[in-house]
């Protein structure tokens, strides 16, 4: 089995930051990446970042500049660091792994969620 546990939401005012962790242990042959989504009340998940085993990054356009993704591969550790928050980046915040437990078993995993509230 593998396990996807976050850490570090909160409540934050306005431009404040946050850094969010989610370690991934458990039977784990290879992640091909990692990446933070959201879900905001009513809304559809979105991807928020992305990185891959290459160190590729990717970012949805309303968090370029702000937010920066960055891991540890020894600890199968991936960061989400948020600066200059805004009410709108209010969401639950979702660890996803895309990993193979196996060479021919390749899924994707999610985190339990944590909530990051952006408000005065």
């Known amino acids: 089995q593998v396990h996807l546990v976050e850490s570090g939401g909160g409540l934050v005012q306005p431009g404040g930051s946050l850094q969010l962790s989610c370690a991934a242990s458990?039977?784990?042959?290879?992640?091909?990446?990692m990446g933070w989504y959201r879900q905001a009340p009513g809304k559809q998940r979105e991807l928020v970042a992305v990185?891959?085993?290459?160190?590729?990054?990717n970012y949805q356009d309303s968090v370029k500049g702000r937010f920066t993704i960055s891991r540890d591969t020894a600890k199968n550790t991936v960061y989400l660091q948020m600066n200059s928050l805004k009410p709108e980046d209010t969401a639950v915040y979702y660890c996803?792994?895309?990993?193979?437990?196996?060479?021919?078993?390749?899924?994707?995993?999610w985190g339990q969620g944590t909530q990051v509230t952006v408000s005065s």
């Open positions: 996803n792994a895309d990993l193979r437990t196996t060479i021919i078993d390749r899924r994707d995993y």
């Open positions: 458990g039977r784990i042959l290879s992640i091909l990446a």
């Open positions: 990185i891959t085993s290459g160190g590729t990054t």
